[in-house]
């Protein structure tokens, strides 16, 4: 397998463009169906040590089910596969466009969740039109052991997210395992309490906010914890466009209007959200950069061969 490794924001995105797995014919959220029932252990190939570790979000590129489309993609952790990858879809056009795959300007790309609209705005800038995004369920409270209750809002922005604005913790880059410690906390009491999207899945990625280190540069600031104890080193696109599900739900964001996400390392996303038949819409716009082509290789006498 050929794989190209980017980052967005400082999160990475290592991406299989030749010598996948062949997934078959049909709709991008069947061919993740096959992917998980057959081929797990590309995932932790890429995903897992020694090649990877829990930072690491895995892609494979895919023919599109629709030829109008770009491409297809189907984004994965250490723990599974994701729905949609804000992050992930800024690196994807970036690395197609390293490959000379596409130009500058508007492309639709298929997630098992549906069509993202990307646009490539120079080399190493995209901005998203994510999928449609909404708050489920506000102000849902719940037990969290050795930290007491706690309050969030449920809410959907391509994966299923747990908004805290209430939690005492620090925000900061040198408070990491504090942070990923807490989120798993919540993480668990969620599931234990059975709390879950509209449409049964469990709520796996827990976001804090807090201010951010500039007013001037950023609105808010975030910490995110994704399935698998990987915190998003990135402002995390999907969890940006939940938390402006909520800011607009809130009458704190109205359409059109500017906001600034910044993450745990101070990476910056910018946003804004816009209705479209009775659906809201929220834009992403980050920076990515390629850092690494290379081929993967499996030794069969490895006995961690395909990761652990
Ligand atoms: O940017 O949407 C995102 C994302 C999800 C998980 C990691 N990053």
Known sequence: MRIIDSHTGGEPTRIIVENGPDLGQGTMAQRR????????HIRTTLTGEPRGSLFMVGALLCEPHDPNNAAGVIFF???????????????????LYHLGKVGLGLHRVETPVGVVEVELLSPNRARIENVPSYRFAKDVSVDIPNFGSITGDIAWGGNWFYL?????QVLSQD????????????????????????DGSAVDHIELFGEPSDSQL????????????????SPCGTGTSAKMACLYEDGLLKPGQLWRQQSIIGSIFEGFVKCKDDKLIPIITGNAYVTMDSRVLQDVSDPFVNGF
């Open 33 to 40: 169906a096959r992917f998980v029932e057959q081929f797990s």
């Open 77 to 95: 952790n250490n723990a599974g596969v994701l729905g949609m990858c804000g992050h992930g879809m800024i690196g994807l056009i970036v690395t």
């Open 175 to 198: 408070n990491t395992l504090a942070l990923v410690n807490y989120c798993a906390s919540i993480q668990q009491a969620l599931n234990d309490a059975g709390i879950t999207g509209d």
């Open 218 to 233: 950023a609105d808010s600031r975030n910490f995110v914890l994704c399935p698998g104890r990987e915190y998003d080193r």
């Open 164 to 168: 805290v604005k209430q939690h005492h």
